[in-house]
């Protein structure tokens, strides 16, 4: 089975810092990973995704997330918050190319102006 | 073209009724998925439609929940004789077939209230 854990629940950054939101999963078999935005009051947007091939995938808005094979984890960053990235962060993990969705529990980014 | 669309976005029940909640997937996307979001448990998966059939179930958590899909298109999340512990908002997500599942598309929620 599979697992994704984000250790941090809440992530306050000021505005135009760098920010890190941090993702660790378990798993025995290959896994495809993504992270997934939620804004207020609003749904699921994909953000980015690693299927094979480079371990730097760049998403939208902006952010970029690194796989790491040897420590699991696949860490989400950016360089420069706006206010307009506060919002709720999820990792996520699937065994397949079809399979449901594992996710995080989820971590709140709060940009500080 | 048109996004996931779910519907009744928001849906307020008395404890024991049933509730029809329904899922309108992107046109041509063959595999669609149901989700719960809730306070205290997260992110959850409750099942996944490929086409007509449903490979994997084991999301559900309880006989009163049950969900179809017809047409290859339109689905469908029942809950019978509804519970304080189902309020939740419930996801629909849909891909484009097996080998692109990857990506799923989500919808907006239906927020269900139980009281």
């Known amino acids: 089975a599979q697992s994704v854990t984000q250790l941090d629940s809440q992530v306050p950054v000021f505005e135009e810092a760098p920010v890190e939101l941090r993702c660790n999963y378990s798993s025995s078999v290959s896994v495809y990973l993504f992270w997934y935005v939620q804004y207020p009051n609003q749904g699921l947007q994909l953000l980015l995704k690693?299927?094979?091939?480079?371990?730097l995938v760049k998403g939208i808005n902006g952010f970029e997330a690194e796989f790491n094979k040897s420590q699991t984890s696949f860490h989400l960053r950016k360089p420069s918050v706006h206010i307009s990235d506060t919002a709720e962060y999820f990792c996520?993990?699937?065994?397949?190319?079809?399979?449901?969705?594992?996710f995080g529990p989820g971590t709140s980014l709060s940009v500080i102006p | 073209g048109a996004g996931v669309s779910q519907s009744p976005s928001n849906k307020v029940t008395e404890k024991g009724k049933d509730v029809e909640l329904r899922c309108d997937p992107i046109s041509g996307h063959t595999a669609l998925y149901w989700y719960r979001q809730s306070l205290g448990q997260g992110l959850e998966f409750l099942i996944y439609?490929?086409?007509?059939?449903?490979?994997?179930k084991s999301g559900l958590p309880s006989d009163r929940f049950s969900a179809e899909r017809t047409g290859g298109s339109v689905s469908t999340l029942t809950i019978q004789r509804t519970q304080q512990e189902d309020s939740a908002v419930y996801l629909c997500?849909?891909?484009?077939?097996?080998?692109?599942?990857?990506?799923?598309?989500f919808g907006p929620g239906t927020r269900l209230t139980v009281t």
């Open positions: 690693y299927l094979s091939g480079s371990t």
């Open positions: 439609f490929q086409g007509n059939s449903a490979p994997d």
């Open positions: 997500a849909s891909s484009r077939d097996r080998t692109s599942g990857t990506e799923q598309y």
């Open positions: 996520a993990v699937s065994r397949t190319s079809y399979d449901k969705v594992i």
